[in-house]
Nanobody, 121 residues
Framework: QVQLEESGGGLVQAGGSLRLSCTAS????????MGWCRQALGKERDIVAT???????YYADSVKGRFTISRDSAKSTVYLRMNSLKPEDTAVYYC???????????????WGQGTQVTVSS
């Protein structure tokens, strides 16, 4: 079992920035990839960014150049820095862990409770 605790969502104007944090606890050594997904109202949950414990990263095309994922391995914490936010970034953002890298959200094994990010125009 892995527990994920997220923080950092909120309301921001277009062009602004937010940083999300996710701390993992439990049997974290079993899982090699952490990432962030998002789900907008009425849409599917999509991968936004992932990072492996070796440091490899992946970004969805829609966020490349604007979002940065990073980790503090000692704290089992992953961050998502979101810059130049757009109204279309509005969604519930979920932290997730998985044993293997995948660009498919449903392939990840554990999820946080989600944090709302709202970008106003």
């Amino acid at each position: 079992q892995v527990q994920l605790e997220e923080s950092g969502g909120g309301l921001v104007q277009a062009g602004g920035s937010l940083r999300l944090s996710c701390t993992a606890s439990g049997r974290t050594l079993t899982y090699s990839v952490m990432g962030w997904c998002r789900q907008a109202l009425g849409k599917e949950r999509d991968i936004v960014a992932t990072i492996s414990w070796s440091g490899g990263t992946y970004y969805a095309d829609s966020v490349k150049g604007r979002f940065t994922i990073s980790r503090d391995s000692a704290k089992s914490t992953v961050y998502l820095r979101m810059n130049s936010l757009k109204p279309e970034d509005t969604a519930v953002y979920y932290c997730a862990v998985g044993k293997y890298f995948s660009t498919t959200a449903r392939d990840y094994d554990y999820w946080g409770q989600g944090t709302q990010v709202t970008v106003s125009s």
